[in-house]
């Protein structure tokens, strides 16, 4: 008798092959979350983690800094305004750093337009500003595309709502 093949038996190494083929390069990278606003920390968190990425979440820029410190990220994320070390302090530092100096940043910020050429921007090599609120799906195509490319042109509000 001739056994015919039993699919049920290579489902799962066609599952694996196929989650290998698809899943974006940057899956695993490490990215350090900061914002002092627990629910836009929570939800970006959340939306990071189940498009694979290894978040660590700090409420303001001098926990994110010391962060840094202990173990680089891939990728930093973070806001404007948060006590203690605000985002534009938190990034002067990151690029005054010769170990941290080539670490992507996204800057989110529901003050986007308050930004001025005094803030010096174009110094602090800020890959992104994402405006909040913010979609998730968003978010994630931004950290995708910076993480790829090392920059990210906004597409149309319409699309990241």
Not at 53 to 68: F, K, L, P, S
Not at 104 to 130: H, Q, R, V, W, Y
Not at 133 to 161: K, M
């Amino acid at each position: 008798m001739n056994a015919s093949p039993n699919y049920l038996d290579t489902f799962p190494q066609v599952v694996t092959n196929l989650q290998e083929t698809t899943a974006p390069s940057t899956a695993g990278k490490r990215i350090l979350l900061v914002d002092d606003e627990m629910h836009i920390l929570r939800a970006a968190e959340f939306k990071l983690k189940r498009s694979g990425y290894e978040i660590e979440c700090v409420e303001d820029g001098q926990q994110a800094w010391e962060a840094i410190q202990e173990h680089l990220p891939d990728l930093l994320i973070t806001d404007f305004h948060m006590p203690r070390l605000d985002g534009l302090g938190l990034c002067r530092r990151v690029r005054e750093d010769e170990a941290t100096r080539q670490l992507p940043i996204i800057m989110l910020t529901a003050k986007g337009f308050e930004m001025t050429s005094d803030d010096n921007l174009e110094s602090l090599d800020i890959a992104a500003i994402l405006a909040k609120p913010f979609s998730p799906r968003g978010l994630v195509n931004c950290v995708e595309a910076v993480l790829t490319t090392g920059s990210f042109e906004q597409p149309p509000i319409s699309y990241l709502r």
